[in-house]
């Protein structure tokens, strides 16, 4: 019997001993990749198949509107604009309105985005538009408070045989009111008189 037991411990001495080399050999590698970075000088370009495509700064960049904020030159708003307000919510759920975001209640303004009606309806005057695409169910990204805005139109619009999400352009009225239930935040913004293009195409 212990000649049977003798290979077999020789087999996993060997497995074990192999398993620990290379794992010395990989850290090994790796100090040395931490340690000596490659010199920018000598080091190939990289390859356009192996850069990942690059978003578009729009979606990204927080950058300052175009516009007055008046009816004919609203504010072209972007969305990391209005989504950098989620920094300001406090533990409690209480938000302090940044300042450059605060300074837009009341002004004319336009933004992009995907365009959601309620269900079941034949007209609508009221509208979600959201940064991200969203069926109100389960296909897409659910809207925060922050990436999200209630809109009531200035006249209604039909929805009967359209999909129920679209991409257009909501122009309105501007207004910034938090909602609250309790320590969450449901809502921040919202767009009054608006009226909206590309919805149903």
Do not use: K
């Amino acid at each position: 019997m212990r000649r049977f037991w003798i290979p077999v411990l020789l087999l996993v001495a060997t497995a074990t001993a192999l398993l620990f080399l290379q794992r010395a050999t990989i850290e090994s590698s790796a100090r040395e990749v931490a340690v000596a970075p490659p010199n920018p000088a000598t080091a190939p370009p990289p390859s356009a198949a192996l850069v990942p495509p690059t978003r578009d700064t729009s979606d990204t960049t927080a950058v300052d509107p175009r516009g007055t904020g008046s009816e004919r030159d609203p504010y072209r708003l972007n969305w990391p604009i209005l989504m950098a307000a989620e920094r300001s919510v406090g533990a409690d759920g209480d938000i302090t309105v940044p300042s450059n975001i605060a300074r837009y209640d009341g002004t004319h303004v336009e933004i992009s985005g995907y365009l959601a009606p309620p269900v079941a309806v034949d007209q609508t005057s009221e509208l979600l538009v959201m940064r991200n695409r969203w069926d109100g169910c389960c296909i897409g990204t659910p809207p925060t408070a922050f990436d999200c805005i209630e809109v009531a139109l200035s006249q209604s619009v039909s929805v009967r045989g359209r999909h129920l999400i679209s991409y257009g352009t909501i122009r309105g009225r501007m207004r910034i009111e938090p909602f609250r239930v309790g320590r969450f935040l449901l809502a921040l913004y919202r767009i009054e008189e608006g009226t909206v293009d590309g919805f149903g195409r």
